[in-house]
């Protein structure tokens, strides 16, 4: 069975400064997809980025981008010049491509943009 | 197309009561899906649709729970005889094929009394 483990439960950054989140998973398929959420404070949960595993290069999304090391099986993000409205949990999520969609998510990182 | 809407936004009942949820989805969107978040964990898949069909449910979907998407369109949610550990958001989602990304609505959250 798929795993999704995001180790940081909470993290914080300061405005315009950049900060990483973790996400390890744990699969023995080859065709697979990765997603990271974003859910502000009582809003709907929006997609960040995507990355699709036969790629080997890395997602970028303007301010956001992922290290995706798929022999460590790890998909971090990287939040660039963080802004207040990135306040928010971030969910890594997983999608076995053989599968008829039943994407796996991580605990979340609750992450904190200080001004 | 406005995304993803879910209707009630809230719903507050007592232990024991029968509620209905209501999802709809991108309206060129073919595939639904419901999940459940409980505080301070990430969704869990409930079930999935592809037009009509039913075609997945987790062991999560006890007995009390059903769904339905009759026309392929919206989806309903029917949570039978509620208990506390019901309570919970339930977001849906939809996308359009295979692999592809899901858009999530802004949930529905259920609190059993």
């Known amino acids: 069975a798929q795993t999704v483990t995001q180790s940081q439960p909470e993290m914080s950054v300061q405005e315009a400064e950049t900060v990483t989140l973790s996400c390890t998973y744990d699969?023995?398929?080859?065709?697979?997809?990765l997603f990271w959420y974003k859910q502000p404070p009582s809003r709907q949960m929006i997609l960040v980025i995507r990355?699709?595993?036969?790629?080997?290069q890395n997602a970028t999304e303007n301010r956001f981008s992922v290290n995706f090391q798929k022999a460590a099986k790890s998909f971090s993000l990287k939040i660039s010049d963080s802004q207040l409205g990135d306040t928010a949990m971030y969910f890594c999520a997983f999608l076995y491509g053989g599968s008829q969609g039943n994407l796996i998510f991580g605990k979340g990182t609750k992450l904190s943009v200080k001004p | 197309d406005t995304g993803v809407s879910q209707d009630p936004r809230h719903k507050i009942t007592k232990r024991g009561q029968n509620v209905t949820f209501r999802c709809d989805p991108i309206s060129e969107h073919n595939r639904l899906y419901w999940y459940r978040q409980t505080l301070g964990q990430g969704p869990e898949f409930l079930t999935y649709f592809q037009n009509e069909a039913q075609l997945e449910k987790s062991r999560l979907l006890s007995d009390r729970f059903s769904a339905e998407r009759p026309k392929g369109s919206f989806s309903t949610l029917e949570i039978q005889r509620t208990e506390q550990g019901d309570s919970a958001m339930y977001l849906c989602?939809?996308?359009?094929?295979?692999?592809?990304?899901?858009?999530f609505g802004p949930g529905t959250r259920l609190t059993v009394l």
């Open positions: 990355q699709e595993a036969y790629k080997q």
């Open positions: 699969t023995s398929e080859s065709n697979y997809y």
């Open positions: 989602a939809s996308s359009s094929r295979q692999g592809s990304t899901q858009y």
